[in-house]
T-cell receptor, first 115, second 114 residues
Framework: GAGVSQSPRYKVAKRGQDVALRCDPI?????LFWYQQALGQGPEFLTY????????KSGLPSDRFFAERPEGSVSTLKIQRTQQEDSAVYLC?????????????FGNGTRLTVT | DQQVKQNSPSLSVQEGRISILNCDYT??????FLWYKKYPAEGPTFLIS?????DKNEDGRFTVFLNKSAKHLSLHIVPSQPGDSAVYFC?????????????FGTGTRLTIIP
């Protein structure tokens, strides 16, 4: 496909379970971002990769959150021991260049509900 | 600390009229601003952007205005169409920050009334 693909679209987890969210960026896109969007809020930055290098993880809310992009393409966001406050839509975005002027292309997100 | 603010959660506009969405920011290091549009159950899509060296950028029915002294920008849609009904997010970035991290506002839900 031509766009950013995220899976699963919906995930329900019981409190304490681990989850893994997958992002397939647009082919050839250098930069990859993860954002968290709570209900009624704007997307909030979690972490950023340039190719396989994680350049900024300052937005990860706790050490239960971990992201990787080992080969510089597909990325996985892992949340360990999920809590209710982790319930949100997790958005992945990619951009062609390492530049603040390169628009982000977002996937449709994964809606995580922790019960 | 909300560095990008959209103080109107919602806005309703008659079809054919002008829609004006507003955004304020507090960080004077922001120098590039973007608007994204979001339909339900989809990710945001890029709409239009403006650099701080300009005060206006136009793309078809969409115009963004930037007032640096007031730390304010606005998005004008003329004429408004039913397909414009969506949530609009304002976002900002500083080119000197060393990364491309966007800071988003909380969004304004625009409803175009036929």
């Amino acid at each position: 496909g031509a766009g950013v693909s995220q899976s699963p679209r919906y995930k329900v987890a019981k409190r304490g379970q681990d989850v893994a969210l997958r992002c397939d960026p647009i082919s050839g896109h250098v930069s990859l971002f993860w954002y968290q969007q709570a209900l009624g809020q704007g997307p909030e930055f979690l972490t950023y990769f340039q190719n396989e290098a994680q350049l900024d993880k300052s937005g990860l809310p706790s050490d239960r959150f971990f992201a990787e992009r080992p080969e510089g393409s597909v990325s996985t966001l892992k949340i360990q021991r999920t809590q209710q406050e982790d319930s949100a839509v997790y958005l992945c975005a990619s951009s062609l260049e390492h530049s603040p002027y390169s628009p982000l292309h977002f996937g449709n997100g994964t809606r995580l509900t922790v019960t | 600390d909300q560095q990008v603010k959209q103080n109107s959660p919602s806005l309703s506009v008659q079809e054919g009229r002008i829609s004006i969405l507003n955004c304020d920011y507090t960080n004077s290091m922001f120098d590039y601003f973007l608007w994204y549009k979001k339909y339900p159950a989809e990710g945001p899509t890029f709409l239009i952007s403006i650099s701080s060296i300009k005060d206006k950028n136009e793309d078809g029915r969409f115009t963004v205005f930037l007032n640096k002294s007031a730390k304010h920008l606005s998005l004008h849609i003329v004429p408004s169409q039913p397909g414009d009904s969506a949530v609009y997010f304002c976002a900002a970035v500083g080119s000197n920050f060393g990364n491309e991290k966007l800071t988003f506002g909380t969004g304004t839900r625009l409803t175009i009334i036929p």
